[in-house]
């Protein structure tokens, strides 16, 4: 099974950028998924960006132009880099991964591995 431990969260004012990282401890496949979900208190966990070993990205358009999602293969990593933060990218923010995949999907019930969450909190 694949453990994935995520870090970088923490509280910042609107306009600041916060770096998340996520480390997984082994894949299983040579093509798999990765992606980052939110989740804000009373609705749904919502997919906002994903990488897969191809090098293609996808992102939800709420962020798309603000966050970045990166890939280092030598130490298993997926980072996401987050600028221009707004009150409304408050939420626990969680890493998953779906392995032996040919390509991502942006919905949690694609990803068996996921992480334990990080929050992150922006104030106005």
Request: aromatic share 10%.
């Amino acid at each position: 099974q694949v453990r994935l431990v995520e870090s970088g969260g923490g509280a910042v004012q609107s306009g600041g950028s916060l770096k998340l990282s996520c480390t997984a401890s082994t894949h299983t496949s040579d093509h798999y998924c990765m992606a980052w979900f939110r989740q804000a208190p009373g609705q749904e966990r919502e997919g906002i960006a994903s990488i897969h070993t191809s090098g293609t990205t996808d992102y939800e358009s709420s962020v798309q132009g603000r966050f970045t999602v990166s890939r280092d293969s030598a130490t298993n990593t997926i980072y996401l880099q987050m600028n221009n933060l707004k009150p409304s990218d408050t939420a626990m923010y969680y890493c998953a991964a779906e392995e032996d995949s040919w390509y991502c999907v942006r919905k949690a019930r694609w990803f068996p591995n996921w992480g334990q969450g990080t929050q992150v909190t922006v104030s106005s």
